[in-house]
Nanobody, 124 residues
Framework: QVQLVESGGGLVQAGGSLRLSCAASGRTFSSYVMAWFRQAPGKEREFVAGIARSGAVAYDQDSVKGRFTISRDNAKNTVYLQMNNLRPEDTAVYYC?????????????????WGQGTQVTVSS
């Protein structure tokens, strides 16, 4: 069983930055594919960014490419999401997820473990 705990959300003005962190329990963090998803009110949960075991990354191209950066520190069992130049449309609950299978995917149903979420609110 893996427990994921997100932190770092909050209220920020448009153009500002936040860094989300997700701390994972367990001794096999480096073997997980990690990802960030977000869900706005009335919308489906959507893929934001992911990082494979190898460190290869993927982003939702249309919405966050060039503004968000995902990274991982296997020594600290933590994955990060650096969010710059935030926009009101980035407002959502952000979730950290872990996948035990090998490949990075964008589908929420492919992920085995989820955090409780952290609220990000961007004011205009």
């Amino acid at each position: 069983q893996v427990q994921l705990v997100e932190s770092g959300g909050g209220l920020v003005q448009a153009g500002g930055s936040l860094r989300l962190s997700c701390a994972a329990s367990g001794r096999t963090f480096s073997s997980y594919v990690m990802a960030w998803f977000r869900q706005a009110p009335g919308k489906e949960r959507e893929f934001v960014a992911g990082i494979a075991r190898s460190g290869a990354v993927a982003y939702d191209q249309d919405s966050v490419k060039g503004r968000f950066t995902i990274s991982r520190d296997n020594a600290k069992n933590t994955v990060y999401l650096q969010m710059n130049n935030l926009r009101p449309e980035d407002t959502a609950v952000y979730y950290c997820a872990a996948r035990t299978a090998q490949f990075l995917t964008r589908r929420p149903n492919d992920y085995d473990y989820w955090g409780q979420g952290t609220q990000v609110t961007v004011s205009s």
